[in-house]
């Protein structure tokens, strides 16, 4: 199977992709720079700030 990915993969971006954006279905473009972005998540504090703040 390994062989026929790459081509796969090209024939389905090729053909495929392009169909679902005339119909709306597939973005042109992402929202946010970062998926998280995208989704309208929070960034997560990070654990080493929490523990800089404990130590100090």
């Not at 199977?1 to 971006?13: D, I, K, N």
Request: charged fraction near 25%.
């Amino acid at each position: 199977m390994p062989p026929l990915l790459p081509y796969g993969l090209e024939a389905f971006v090729d053909h495929v992709v392009p169909l679902l954006r005339e119909r709306g279905l597939f973005r042109h473009e992402h929202t946010g720079r970062t998926l998280r972005e995208h989704y309208g998540l929070p960034r997560p504090t990070s654990t080493y700030a929490a523990r800089a703040l404990v130590t100090e």
